[in-house]
């Protein structure tokens, strides 16, 4: 245990509890094991569950609306606003709940890896488990910056808290509520751990683009020759998978900043999907869930064998998985690389509409980084019987405090400036829609994705794209050599119904040009041409 070198109390968090403080991961562990939070797998990874609570809980979180932040924040469905009287009802009943606590977990930590560019978070949580994650995730300081370390940002996490709707102006009892102007954060109601992780990654959402940094919800890896690539995208599209890669040095998978210098990881850790994971499709990530130090979320166990069941979704579909960057291998010892040379934006269309790969101008690159594009499917929640278009803008709209234009003109601006090639790559359905055509598959995206990021796509053939004007390859040897039907790069070729396949564009061109209304105010002509045109 290393002690804190500014204590509870200097904060003004008055507590009788014994302080656990900047644990590693072995006492943490064998502490959670102790207050049976979680159970050990057959190979040492900590398996626990969340309860109700497997994924973020969007409609229960809130930001302070106060003079700091009243011209400063998107206000909206997004970003929902407590009142100052609210939070402080509910902090007092928060330092309540902690004065009365017999054990408390504080772990001092970085988010952020680029000095220059972080901020000094203190996480104080009432299960082991939680601190293990949050120490896991974010960026642990040395012993030298442990003994001088001020928190900035302070998030209180308590599962046990309940919250009262009438008294703290809440939907349930479940609360994420950011006072960005006391920078305290008060997390209650919810096991899930991801829900601390994504606070810092608001907090760093707010400040950065005050300094020129484009935050991004992305994951990033670095070629032989020393060229960064990022990839946006939401859950499901592939941005930890791709950027796994053994022949490039990762980055990070899911949270940078672009300064005018680097991209550097905000985190220290990755948190990926479990559910159907499988050593021949991504060994390196599978690899991690055989390591002690590994956090399992709601992976169905065997109780006699502790063998782990990676395709059983009893518990949730949203299985995760928390480990060090460290434990993929080939990973960046400073969490970060130079200034990006790609960028490509991942979708898993389920509509079956978009090809597998196509080259962005830094117009249309804006146009889609602020559409956020990715479908559901049938199956993965309740209601949901055809694909679904989902627009999250910036790949992220729950984790983006300001307006999405602020974050989409940096990102034209650092495209411009660094003469970045851009991508959309698509993950998502060929020959058909979901339920009727299948997953593109990964040998053909990862052979795409190659060939876009090594320079074989520079001097190909590419013809526009109907539908969204983009630029589409016409023939790609690297597909030839891996015995890839050519016929995958034109969707509307691997239709059995063409009509049909028109028709399924058109309402998907639509589905964009709707949702992009809100945005036309607020980007230049450039952008605005960069859009589908309806039929």
Request: net charge negative; glycine share 8%.
């Amino acid at each position: 245990m290393i002690p804190l070198a500014q204590s509870l109390a200097s904060q003004d968090i008055q507590t009788d509890a014994a302080i656990h403080s900047n644990l590693g991961t072995p006492a943490l562990v064998e502490a959670s094991l102790a207050a049976e939070e979680g159970e050990l797998s057959k190979h040492g990874a900590l398996v626990v569950r969340t309860g109700a609570k497997t994924g973020r809980s969007a409609k229960d979180k809130f930001i302070v609306r106060d003079a700091t932040t009243e011209d400063t924040v998107w206000w909206g469905q997004v970003n929902a606003s407590m009142t100052p009287e609210h939070f402080a009802a509910l902090k007092e009943d928060f330092m309540s709940a902690v004065a009365g606590k017999e054990t408390l977990y504080v772990a001092d930590l970085f988010g952020g890896s680029q000095p220059e560019h972080r901020v000094n978070v203190r996480v104080i949580n009432e299960l082991a488990w939680h601190n293990l994650f949050i120490r896991t995730l974010l960026v642990r300081p040395d012993v030298a910056q442990l003994a001088d370390f001020a928190p900035e940002y302070t998030i209180i996490d308590l599962p046990s808290f309940k919250a009262d709707p009438a008294r703290h102006g809440t939907n349930s009892e479940t609360v994420i509520a950011v006072n960005l102007t006391e920078k305290l954060i008060l997390i209650g109601g919810t096991k899930y751990a991801g829900e601390m992780k994504k606070s810092v990654f608001g907090i760093l959402n707010y400040l950065l683009p005050t300094k020129g940094v484009m935050p991004m919800h992305c994951s990033a890896n670095i070629s032989a020759d020393g060229k960064t690539a990022v990839f946006f995208g939401l859950s499901g599209t592939g941005k930890t998978t791709l950027s796994a890669d053994a022949s490039r040095t990762l980055i990070g998978d899911d949270e940078h900043g672009w300064s005018d210098t680097a991209v550097f990881n905000f985190e220290g850790g990755c948190y990926a999907k479990m559910i159907r994971l499988s050593a021949e499709a991504e060994p390196e990530i599978y690899a991690t869930t055989r390591r002690f130090g590994t956090v399992l979320e709601n992976v169905v166990m065997d109780a006699k064998t502790r063998e782990l069941d990676f395709d059983d979704n009893t518990l949730a579909e949203n299985t995760r998985g928390a480990y060090p960057i460290d434990f993929i291998p080939n990973t960046s010892a400073d969490n970060l690389g130079p200034v990006p040379s790609n960028v490509v934006m991942l979708t898993a269309d389920a509509f079956g509409v978009l090809p597998p790969i196509a080259k962005l101008t830094p117009e249309q690159a804006m146009y889609h980084f602020l559409s956020g594009y990715t479908a559901k499917v049938a199956g993965t929640e309740i209601g949901v019987t055809e694909p679904e278009a989902t627009f999250s803008t910036c790949f992220g709209a729950p984790f983006m405090p300001r307006h999405p234009s602020v974050y989409g003109n940096l990102l034209k601006e650092r495209i411009a400036k660094g003469e970045v090639q851009c991508w959309l790559l698509n993950t998502g359905w060929t020959g058909g829609k979901y339920g009727v055509g299948n997953r593109m598959p990964i040998k053909a995206t990862r052979a795409l994705l190659n060939a876009a990021l090594d320079g074989d796509l520079d001097n190909v053939e590419y013809r526009e794209d109907a539908n969204f004007g983009f630029a589409v390859p016409v023939h790609v040897p690297v597909l030839e050599a891996g015995g890839i039907d050519q016929a995958i790069l034109d969707p509307r070729s691997t239709w059995a119904n063409t009509a049909e396949y028109d028709a399924t564009a058109s309402k998907l061109v639509q589905l964009f040009i709707d949702n992009f209304a809100e945005f036309e105010a607020h980007v230049d002509e450039g952008v605005r041409q960069a859009a589908p045109v309806a039929a």
